[in-house]
């Protein structure tokens, strides 16, 4: 691979392979697709028979394949969009048909479990890249994608030491051609980072939702009847794929465990000041997390909850 920068009107994969159809490999191939000149040949393939039958009735590839081994064939680029817990068995299937130079890489929101699956199985003439956009909706499905996905949202990147630097350019390029905004993470921290931003509060949503679940049922009518913002939008976390949240669960469980003993903490403080009628100790609370609400909007990571993960 070259370290010198595409030019105008080059591709910057001859052959680029999807695997995984989903929400995120979905709206990935049609934000390829959308730029016109990132890939010669975009080749897809998912183990559901109807999710590779309606990726081809959408247009999404050039070509639809029903083994991972027959999309990556001679591929410069593959990417892993497929729940954590198949990452191991996926690896090691695709690994003898990796051409050299190959550069893989992955969308999960966990990062160190990729590199512990995924790393022994690839031969070494590959580069591995692991990435995760955070970007996304509760929607699944090859249908469910749209090619904005990843418009001025954050692709992190968390390659492990000594990846080659033009490996890391490359995906840079391709991710940043489509809209995202590209940085580099160490894989620990990246997952710790994510049990407070994503993974602990779908915890809650499902918790939340789970308690409705449970409710008398004259009483669980009426919470769904008169869902105010709060609880609507707890339904919206609670309604993401089962699978893949479990995957993360189980793959990210030291910092989700860490987190969650914290904000246990935290909830059991907040617990005593509602009991004991502490309102400045509530307030000063609420004031404060103001503050975070508003480094969110500056920072341009408020988006339309349909888009919002």
Wanted: proline share 6%.
């Amino acid at each position: 691979m070259s370290e010198t920068e595409n030019q105008p009107g080059d591709v910057l994969f001859q052959r680029l392979a999807l695997i995984g159809i989903g929400h995120i490999g979905s709206s990935l191939a049609r934000a390829i697709k959308r730029q016109g000149n990132l890939v010669g040949h975009l080749a897809i393939t998912d183990l559901d028979e109807a999710a590779r039958a309606r990726a081809t009735e959408l247009g999404l590839a050039d070509s639809v394949h029903g083994e991972p081994a027959d999309a990556v064939a001679g591929a410069d680029c593959v990417i892993l969009c497929t729940p954590i817990g198949t990452y191991r068995a996926i690896s090691k299937a695709m690994a003898p048909h990796l051409k050299p130079g190959c550069i893989v890489s992955d969308v999960g929101s966990v990062k160190r479990a990729p590199i512990r699956d995924m790393g022994p199985n690839l031969p070494d003439t590959v580069h591995f890249v692991p990435g995760h956009p955070i970007a996304g909706t509760e929607h699944s499905g090859p249908e469910s994608g749209f090619a904005e996905l990843f418009d001025g949202r954050y692709w992190l990147l968390t390659p492990p030491p000594g990846t080659a630097p033009e490996a890391i350019a490359l995906l840079r390029q391709l991710y940043e051609a489509i809209g995202a905004i590209v940085e580099e993470m160490e894989a620990d921290y990246h997952d710790k980072v994510l049990a407070v931003t994503s993974h602990v509060p779908h915890l809650i949503a499902y918790t939340i939702v789970g308690t409705a679940v449970d409710l008398e049922q004259h009483l669980q009518n009426d919470v769904i009847r008169f869902s105010a913002g709060g609880f609507r939008d707890f339904t919206r976390i609670a309604g993401s794929n089962p699978v893949m949240w479990r995957d993360i669960f189980l793959n990210n469980r030291e910092a989700v465990l860490e987190i969650l003993q914290r904000f246990t903490e935290d909830l059991t403080a907040l617990q005593r000041a509602i009991r004991w009628g502490e309102g400045q100790t509530l307030q000063d609370l609420f004031t404060r997390t103001q503050a975070i609400r508003r480094g969110v909007v500056e920072a341009r990571q408020e988006v339309p909850p349909s888009a919002d993960k």
